[in-house]
């Protein structure tokens, strides 16, 4: 049964949109906002999903085209030179650093109403093959960590394209991390029975033993850079 409470309401009206809001319990709470790619429809939603809640980060975990299959609409400025001129908002692409396992972009989002700015860190992973695991456990943590390291307000934004199977993955080796890292003890059912009680369909069972095989990777890996 999944908990009506957990969607994540858009503007006055409180519109409905395919997002979530995911609270994780694990010697301390962690927060994020599970959603579908954003769609050239409902880009203006998307962005305005990040300014209500203040969300300094996004996640993506895809390149816009895997296998010649477009699996992410460009929803942010290419050019540092020409912003992305959205209904409420400009979005300008302040820098980009471009690393081997994922890209990090900075984009200032000024509201039209106020021209108030907002800061928001953009994180993509470009290393997961289509079908399979991502191509290093250790770029995979480095990744992870990053985002951690990155996280300032509101709750971490994270999507690929329309399954949400990547981003169950993703939420469960965060906690398990920040776990990790500060010795604390988890439980892979406990954190995966908790994102499925709040958004439908979050890790399947194939998923669920990629969860397993990637924490034993990030472990092995920990125990080697300890």
Not at 10 to 15: I, P, Q, R, S, W
Not at 16 to 40: F, R
Not at 83 to 105: D, S, W
Not at 124 to 149: C, L, M, N
């Amino acid at each position: 049964v999944i908990d009506d409470s957990t969607c994540v309401p858009l503007g006055e009206n409180k519109d409905y949109i395919n997002a979530s809001y995911i609270k994780i319990v694990n010697s301390g709470e962690y927060y994020y906002i599970a959603t579908q790619g954003p769609l050239p429809t409902t880009t203006n939603d998307f962005w305005q999903i990040v300014l209500e809640n203040n969300s300094n980060v996004i996640v993506i975990i895809t390149r816009e085209v895997e296998g010649g299959v477009i699996k992410c609409h460009h929803y942010w400025p290419v050019s540092m030179k020409k912003p992305l001129e959205l209904k409420n908002c400009h979005i300008f692409l302040e820098n980009y650093q471009i690393l081997q396992y994922f890209i990090i972009r900075v984009f200032q989002v000024v509201k039209k109403s106020t021209g108030a700015s907002h800061f928001v860190k953009h994180l993509q992973f470009t290393k997961w093959p289509d079908h399979g695991t991502p191509a290093s456990a250790e770029g995979f943590i480095k990744y992870v960590r990053h985002v951690r390291k990155s996280h300032l307000t509101g709750p971490i934004i994270v999507h690929r394209s329309a399954d949400v199977g990547r981003t169950g993955v993703f939420l469960c080796v965060d906690v398990v991390s920040c776990a990790i890292e500060k010795n604390f003890s988890f439980n892979i059912m406990n954190i995966v029975g908790q994102m499925r009680e709040q958004r439908y369909g979050m890790i399947q069972k194939e998923q669920y033993i990629l969860c397993y095989k990637i924490v034993l990777q990030v472990l092995q890996k920990l125990l080697t850079l300890k």
